[in-house]
């Protein structure tokens, strides 16, 4: 099971909205609504901001949303706050039970 | 509400195993999988397996099959992952966590294993 790709690197300016993109196949992201976000800040355990595609567990904020189109999961953040700089990590569940992690991408606040 | 803690960090040489426990509380144990996860350092995260607290089932990532071992005693609300034949690849923090359904959102703090000659 490969890791799903995502961007290295994505970077933003204050109160902009950024969009991370997790592409995988037919046998994880594009057959299964069961795509997971978590966001990782240096020396913490990652925390999880959404589920299933697109919701959000209780207080996490609603700057952070989830969609997804065939084989691309994609998480936008809005309204863009130095405190969301951090590693982000897609996750998804497959067709043999597993799961299998994105590559992970730093997001930069300019 | 949920709370899961794991066993203190451990140093081992190559070719040794290690043996990491993980207990979790504040939920019924049975109704839901355990899984695990390892974060190498200053690399992303990596899937290793889960296991079914009922059953004892299990279902682990290709890359550690043959080597990765979970076992689990529901008396005391506690999983183990055991992980053979280790080299300095398998150096990293090994995370815990219930998934709830598709919602994995209580994360055990992570266990260093440092594998070193």
């Known amino acids: 099971q490969s890791a799903l790709t995502q961007p290295a690197s994505v970077s933003g300016s204050p109160g902009q909205s950024i969009s991370i993109s997790c592409t995988g196949t037919s046998s994880d992201v594009g057959g299964y609504n069961y795509v997971s976000w978590y966001q990782q800040h240096p020396d913490k355990a990652p925390k999880l901001i959404i589920y299933a595609v697109i919701n959000r567990p209780s207080g996490v904020s609603n700057r952070f949303s989830g969609s997804k189109s065939g084989n691309t999961a994609s998480l936008t953040i809005s309204g863009l706050l130095a405190e969301d700089e951090a590693d982000y990590y897609c996750s998804s569940y497959t067709s043999f039970t597993t799961r299998v992690f994105g590559t992970g991408t730093k997001v930069t606040v300019l | 509400q949920v709370h899961v803690v794991q066993s203190g960090a451990e140093v081992k040489k190559p070719g040794a195993s290690v043996k990491v426990s993980c207990q979790a509380s504040?939920?019924?144990?049975?109704?839901?999988?355990i899984h695990w996860v390892r974060q190498a350092p200053g690399q992303g995260l990596e899937w290793v397996g889960w296991i079914a607290p009922n059953s004892g089932a299990t279902c682990f990532a290709q890359s550690f099959q043959g080597r990765v071992t979970m076992t689990r005693d529901t008396s005391i609300t506690t999983v183990y992952m055991e992980l053979s034949g280790l080299t300095s690849d398998d150096t990293g923090i090994y995370y815990c966590?219930?998934?709830?359904?598709?919602?994995?959102?209580?994360w055990g703090q992570g266990t260093l294993v440092t594998v070193s000659s």
């Open positions: 504040g939920y019924t144990f049975t109704d839901y999988n």
């Open positions: 966590m219930p998934w709830f359904g598709e919602r994995a959102d209580s």
